[in-house]
């Protein structure tokens, strides 16, 4: 993997990810794929919205299909039909929104099965190696995603856990040997305490990895810890090397954290807001269970030129979901994840010419102009 940094306004960056599966331009929003599958929208349709490269669940993975099947089928690229670009996360996430199926040690995460019960060890080593049998074109490092509030002790312990678990990865790896295709990222932590964040974000960047992750936000802190703590990161990671946030966002935390110098993004919004009839508009929210949607025959974003804006109504969505039509979740989430790519795609241009922070403004505004809410 290559980052190659274009060109900057302000903090704000446009760059490019070369991978041997294709070029990512950042900023960039990552899909998510859990299990192998973005839901509700095939992999043709993702090339049709744009999508550059998405994001799969190591954790569920390995539980099923397992790395056996994967292997046996080339990887996760050919298992899924997905012949682009493939970031797979460690299980960190898991750790914290599995909390009850799980034991942490120095080791690492045991995890109870949440299919069938059964017990199955996470180290630092492992994950490497599942994430080697899956093929993904970057995999990151095994972390502790910490919860909010956590007091700061422990988050300073678990900040130092995830510090000796991300030099595990990248002993393992230089040991045992990553294919040329792969690369790895590290992921910083600390909570919502500046001086664990910076210690964790500067002792990151003596280990050299590939790209460095920013984890353990947007988990329920106030939306100006979350930039606060993003500020933090960005101000030491180096600008050489591209920065994912991790499970960001909503449109405005997207907007807001790539004038904080963030290149990459995930987050299931789109795709889950889109299966629960809510669209992401440039005009804000619109409920398409909405009543005031039932004789509305104009697009569900006029601005937008997805495949559902352009062939379908506002009156007929509706109809769908109040149907409970499998079309209406496809439909909903090609849209969503269209408004995601435009977003990136749009601010990387106003970054190119310099024009970044006036764009984001008059996009925010638009946002707030007309939410409909549900009736």
């Known amino acids: 993997m290559k980052f190659t940094l274009l060109h900057r306004d302000g903090n704000a960056r446009a760059g490019i990810i070369s991978t041997d599966r294709g070029e990512v331009p950042t900023p960039i929003f990552m899909p998510v794929g859990t299990q192998g599958a973005v839901k509700a929208i095939e992999p043709r349709e993702l090339e049709e919205v744009g999508a550059r490269i998405i994001l799969g669940n190591t954790y569920h993975l390995y539980l099923r299909p397992g790395t056996k099947v994967i292997e046996a089928a080339g990887g996760l690229h050919r298992f899924s039909g997905w012949d682009h670009p493939i970031l ?19 080791e690492g995460v045991q995890f109870k099965s949440h299919l069938d019960g059964s017990l199955h060890l996470f180290t630092p080593e492992k994950v490497v190696d599942i994430q080697r049998s899956l093929g993904s074109d970057i995999m990151m ?9 956590c007091d700061e002790g422990y988050a300073a312990r678990s900040g130092a856990m995830t510090l000796r678990w991300a030099e595990r ?9 990553l294919p040329e295709s792969q690369s790895m990222f590290a992921i910083v932590q600390g909570s919502v305490y500046e001086s664990l964040r910076e210690q964790s974000a500067r002792a990151l960047t003596h280990m050299e ?16 810890l979350m930039y606060r703590m993003t500020e933090v990161c960005t101000a030491i990671l180096p600008a050489e090397r591209p920065r994912y946030l991790m499970g960001v966002g909503t449109p405005e935390n997207i907007l ?10 995930d987050c299931v919004l789109p795709t889950r807001n889109g299966r629960n009839a809510v669209l992401f508009t440039r005009e804000g929210k619109l409920n398409m269970r909405n009543a005031a949607s039932a004789f509305d025959f104009s697009p569900p974003d006029p601005g937008c030129s997805c495949y559902t804006c352009r062939h379908f109504t506002r009156a007929y ?3 769908l979901f109040k149907s409970r039509e499998i079309l209406a979740l496809q439909l909903a989430t090609i849209h969503n994840l269209t408004f995601y790519l435009w977003l990136v795609q749009s601010a990387r241009e106003a970054i190119l010419q310099d024009s970044y922070a006036g764009w984001k403004s008059r996009v925010l505004e638009g946002f707030s102009a007309q939410a409909t809410e549900a009736s």
Not at 169 to 177: E, K, N
């Open 88 to 106: 797979t996360d460690s299980g960190g996430y898991q750790v914290f929104s599995l909390s009850e199926l799980r034991d942490l040690t120095e």
């Open 141 to 149: 490092v095994l972390d502790e995603c910490t919860p909010y509030p």
């Open 169 to 177: 990865c990248r002993v393992h790896a230089a040991r045992t040997g």
């Open 209 to 224: 990895f590939d790209g460095y992750a920013i984890g353990g936000l947007s988990v329920g802190e106030p939306e100006h």
């Open 256 to 265: 807001e954290s790539i004038e904080r110098g963030v290149d990459m993004f």
């Open 317 to 319: 969505l509706r109809h």
